[in-house]
Nanobody, 122 residues
């Protein structure tokens, strides 16, 4: 139900824009987020919003470099000033439960995309 795309190879300092479209139901009033998993590491939180018009919340590691936005059932992640440590498979996720606080844990999301690989070269 979630289809992510936009990954690729980019040099350090460059930019990429990921997108993720949800289908099958509407998530406008529900949390959607981005997570990533680097090689040999656990999946980690990147960003989230509580609903499609809510302000995004970011992990410290990407704050001021990444910008998350939403348009109904589509969520975007604009990644600027990329670093080699941003190399990972990026996953979009959505929750079927409304949120009064930012959801930053994997278990708080019910739906996951297949992941898109971002590789940042030095």
């Amino acid at each position: 139900q979630l289809q992510a795309c936009g990954g690729g190879l980019v040099q350090a300092g460059g930019s990429l824009r990921l997108s993720c479209k949800a289908s099958g139901r509407t998530f406008s009033n529900y949390p959607m987020g981005w997570f990533r998993q680097a090689p040999g590491r656990e999946r980690e939180f990147v960003s989230t919003t509580k609903w499609d018009r809510g302000s995004p919340y970011y992990a410290d590691s990407v704050k001021d470099r990444f910008t998350m936005s939403r348009d109904g059932n589509t969520v975007y992640l604009q990644m600027n000033s990329l670093k080699t440590e941003d190399t990972a498979v990026y996953y979009c996720a959505a929750s079927g439960n409304r949120a009064t606080f930012y959801r930053t844990k994997e278990v708080e999301y019910n739906y996951w995309g297949q992941g898109t690989l971002v590789t940042v070269s030095s």
